[in-house]
């Protein structure tokens, strides 16, 4: 993927904070905002992760090792 992401990520989030200034709120208090949902989206990514159960690789199904990559592992839920 190239950088085109990010300018289009750029893009929406003017778009975003501008409905919010257009609306009566400052820009700096929108962009703390952001920043600090920004923060909880990333602790609680984290949270979710961590309470996930073990995942095993599919290689050794007899006795499975714990796994290095997602891509290559099933959830033993």
């Known amino acids: 993927m190239t950088q085109r992401w990010r300018e289009a990520l750029r893009l929406r989030l003017e778009d975003f904070v501008h409905t919010f ?15 600090a949902e920004i923060g909880s989206l ?21 006795n499975p090792a714990p796994c290095s990559t997602r891509s290559r592992c099933r959830d033993l839920r």
């Open 42 to 62: 990333r602790a609680d990514d984290v949270r979710v992760a961590e309470s996930l159960p073990p995942m095993t690789c599919r290689t050794t199904p007899p």
């Open 21 to 35: 200034v257009v609306n009566g709120a400052k820009q700096e208090d929108v962009f703390d905002a952001i920043i």
